[in-house]
């Protein structure tokens, strides 16, 4: 998962650091008198917001103006416990209601057709950017080495038709933009819309942020990212953090909601192939992994045994499935894999689902001798492709085997409780 | 691009430099890369230096400290013109650097294999790249082959790349390296082999993009079809789809676009992570892109419509399975009239190499139900041979700075997990040792005491043993009694002791493919006589015919003594001890069983004229052998550890043997008085002069 932030930890850690203007705003915790007399600071309104990753926070009703103390503190624990798309609220927040007529959408971002940074701006904030037309909004490279000028700001907005009053101030809150954007670690941040108020002063009025994992700067203590509650299931929290512990081999997992086959995948390509190829065939993978990297044996043994304790209690089929690698050694990996389901059957007792595996590589033929010595000594049924198969045909064999045992495990479900039931009877 | 056509990559002569070529996986990919292409003439990685990694059977790589060390040092008629960056993510940036200042007009491409470089270094990389008119593939690049040349940066094809990329006509570009590799591989099966494999890198920014890689195709004669993978993110596909349409680019595209899974989900994977630029970058938006260019539906193996009509298929057409690709190559090249690069092999189709249903198997219909095929060569000979040799436990390699199998020290001392305190209340020295050798508690009472008698046997031969004199040796020069220990281990080797260990393997070799179970039982179901008197006529016969031929032939080990020799029948009363301690514990053990039946037997067939004694080396691998067999059968235990575990159990006896020696000599012996005196010393080679 992406390091990801809102509004909220913009306005608690990010503004004022880089003397970006936003509105007034408290917290969740403000007591009652502190929300009136913020009320009647922001001449009588202000705006109720949950703090949840992710948009659609308008539609979803999580965005209320409310114009008196008792209103509000009634939104704010409302939203509070919030759901949008899904998605839990950490907490809520109120920030000061700004009326603007001029809005103004901004975002800076890493751009595949500039190899670099670029800002993108437009007149139509406050609406999804998606929808506005091209001819609304205008690009601009930026040098990564030199950074956003303000007089490239300031010709971008004179090029959309920005007041003149505000041209300057929000060329200048531009740059400030920019150096937070590139003084953090950030691959991509928004503010949708910046309301421009009667003094002709900008406020940046809505903020996403998503984070660069790779970037250095994203380690600066003064920044903490909050954790958002149910975001990540317990193994993609885990898995994460596995990931996060080392560089070498990827530990990647991200749950894809399926309860059949616990896919080990290797390769990035690979893994993504295979697991679409197993949810047409009706599959039903459990997560998207991709293990591969060459991973040293002590962080693929530490992957499968997170994998498998999370999930080969309820897998109907385990898969162990790359394709030809280049350097994932098949020797290390599967030695890995084959001593944690080995481990796995010694503390949680014996499974009964098949294996499939598809591989090729780097010594693969002791990687196949290995793993299929483990398998004969846990006692699991398997079968063992080599590289000559098609990834995608045994992807589509496992999930067909794997309903035939769903299906099984039903039927002998069903007969159990009628066998129960008769006795009962 | 500097490059004019795919060549311009990587051709054969150029000359590759290798960063952090010491790394552990820089240094395994180098070498096999070298193997292949020998195109490396240097690398270097920071504080090491000054070595070379050897690669048997071609030019092995010289490690110099620094980027700029490898310059100046390297004649100009050597400098890389292609540099392979496998640097840390945060060293990356400050490599490029150095490479771009040293690396003057000679320098033509970098590739940039590292995973997990941040975007803002990435665009920095390509803004420095771009000033300096060099070109970079990456960041994260799996690396370029050109099959035509033989030639290869970086790991794609692996460990063995002549198997994957026979020279063809497909150029084959991946965001995935391994998707190169595997796509290759399929595509044999159409008879398209290939001309290059490029894997483009798959981070946010991919560095060199689509519509370059493109235009080299297009100008290069031996690539008449492109075949392409592709993830969601950047707008690479559709600038390349403009450039085509544009261009009207005259070689056909095969085309397979992954990560439709991720869309409408919070998912950010692999390549799939990439930014989204709009609806033309995700999965579907690309697919669309390919299918409007190509002007036909996607492939459809069951619609035989498409083979006529080689003008809708000039284009290329897009496939919706990966296993699509060699059939839709296929349809291509039917309906232009192309013959395929070499004779078209089986259709792809599920090969299983290992199967067992167990009682699966049973209730399987039988479209589930698979027959093991015929592993192809040279995997089935590389099997048998494995499975052949594989005997006892064949771990994988890993770093094993600090990290220890064998002991521990949490809140107390641990031998493979048990703590040392309980161990010394409840455990003798032979039963703790045996722990900590095997890994595994002894299984019998027995065994630990059988250790312990085979300690007291290796303590001494004598004063005379060459061991022995070590301790004396260093106790007369005046040194600690530890080094005496030194001494005596260092007089020890594979004819003064080591004979247990020869013993050990030659035993395996006899019995391992006899299928006991359990070699203290009182029938192990072989006929030790029998066995004996085979492994004796075959022994015969050697010893027969090397006589003959005036040459050597190799002993039985662990047969005869040097004192107990002049019986018809000899022993070795230490070995007789170890037997009957056997006896007492009412056990056999078939190994030293079978060594008094070959004894026997090499006399009868005329072998030897006497019943050699079976010695005390005999008796100490049948110890451990039998100690060692179950988990060696089991493969929880290697056949190295075994082997070594007899003749350690001589050595560590003899060392306090020595020990003893030293203390005795120490208290009674005068300084130097192990030296022999000058008259006593005969010298072999006459006085000689320098001129």
Redesign the interface.
Known sequence: ??IQIAELTFLEQLARRFNLPVPEHLDADASRAEVRQALARWGGKGVVKADVM?GGRGKAGAVKVVSDAHQAMQELRRIATMEVKGRQARTAYITQYLPSDTQIYSVI?????F???SLTLSMKGGVDI?SVGPGDKRTLPV???KGLDAYQASELLTQLGCPKECISIMSQTLVNFWDMF?ST?M??CEVNPWRVSADNKPYACDFKAVF?A???KIKNPDLRFPEYPESVTDFEEDMAAWDAAS??G?A?G?E?GGDMILPIL????????I???L?IAGGSPMF?S?F???P???RMYGTAKRCFDHNLHRASLLLIL??????T?I??T???IGDALLHYTEERGPLDI?VVIGR???????G???M??M??NV????????????????AE?AA??AR?IRQ?KEGHDESQAAVRSSKEG | MRARRLSGLLKKGDHVAVSNVTG??ASG?SVMSQRYANNIVGGWALGKGRQTIQVPGCSGIPVFPTCAELYAELPKSQHPNKVVIYS???AVYGEVKEVLDHGGANLRTIFIVT???????T??I??LCKGASVDVLGCNT?GVINAHEHVRV???????PEE?FRPGSATII?????????IA??MLSAGIGTHFGISTG?D????T?LVEYLKLAAASEQTRLVVL?V?P????ES?AVEWMRKTEFDKPVLV?V?????EG???????????V???E?SASGKMAAFDDYFGVGPFDPGDRGHQHSADKLRRGIRVT???HLPEAAKLICNALGWKPDFPVRQP??????????????D???A??Y?HQVK??EP?HA??AR??KE?FGL??????MRN?SHASALDDVARVYGYGLPELMQTRSFGEVLILYWTGELPRHDFEARLVEMCLTASLTNGPGTISAQGGKLSASAGNSPHTAMIATLATIGEVHGGNGRKGVRYLVKVFRDLGINDPYAPDTGVDLGELAQQTARRFKKTKDAAKESGVGYERIPCLGHPVFNDQPVNYDPRERIIYKAFEDAGRRNVFLDFYHELARALRDVGAANKIWAVNMDAALASVWLGICWVPLME?RITLTRVEDCSFLGFALGRAAGGAAEFLDHQDYGTPMDMRLPAKECEALTRPRKLQ
Do not use: C
Request: charge should be neutral; proline fraction near 8%.
């Open positions: 998962m992406p992710g971002t890493y751009d595949s057709r190899f670099g940074p998606e040098d990564v080495f590139i670690g691959r991509m660069d790779a970037n250095f560089y070498r990827q990647h991200s894809l290797f390769g990035g390509g690979a893994s993504t192939i697991a679409e190829t949810e998207l991709d591969g990297g060459n040293p044996y002590e790359g394709g030809k690698a280049n350097n050694l020797d290390v599967f030695q890995a098949p090729g590589g780097p010594r693969m033929v002791p196949f001798i290995a299929r010595e398998l004969e006692r699991l049924p398997y079968v063992m492709f080599g590289h000559d198969t098609p990834l995608t045909l045994v064999y067909r085997l035939f099984q | 552990r996986e990919v840390p993510p945060t995973e997990h470089v941040s975007i803002e270094v665009a920095k390509y803004s799996l970086g790991a794609v094809g692996g460990d063995s994957t991946s965001n995935s390296g391994n998707m190169v590799n595997t591989t399929y798959k946010v920014l991919i560095l993009p993978y993830e993110g950047g707008l690479y600038e397979y992954a990560g439709r899974l991720t989900r919070n998912i950010s994977l692999g390549h799939a992570g990439a930014v630029e709009g609806p970058t399975t990966l296993h792809l189709k599920l090969n299983p190499w290992f199967i067992n249903f167990r009682g699966l198997g209730k399987l219909p479209s589930l698979l592993i192809p995997y590389q099997f494995h499975i594989s064949k771990p994988a390699r890993r770093d990290v493969k």
